[in-house]
C-alpha cells in the first residue's frame, strides 16, 4: 500500500466510530493541510509573523 494511502487508512482507523462522512473529510484535509504546512517549513517558504501581519493589513 502506498504512503498516501496508508496514512488515509490511519486518520479513518483514528475516528470514532460514529464520525460522519463530513467529519472524516475534515480530518483528512486537516492533515493535508499540516502535511503541506510541515513541506513549506522544511523547504524554507516560511515569511515573519511581522511580513504576514503586513499582508494581511494590505
Do not use: C, H, W
Amino acid at each position: 500500500m502506498s504512503l498516501v494511502k496508508e496514512k488515509m487508512a490511519e486518520v479513518i482507523q483514528s475516528q470514532p466510530e460514529d464520525a460522519t462522512y463530513e467529519e472524516i473529510m475534515r480530518e483528512l484535509a486537516f492533515e493535508r493541510m499540516v502535511e503541506r504546512g510541515l513541506q513549506d517549513s522544511r523547504n524554507g517558504r516560511v515569511i515573519s509573523n511581522d511580513d504576514m501581519e503586513r499582508q494581511v493589513r494590505a
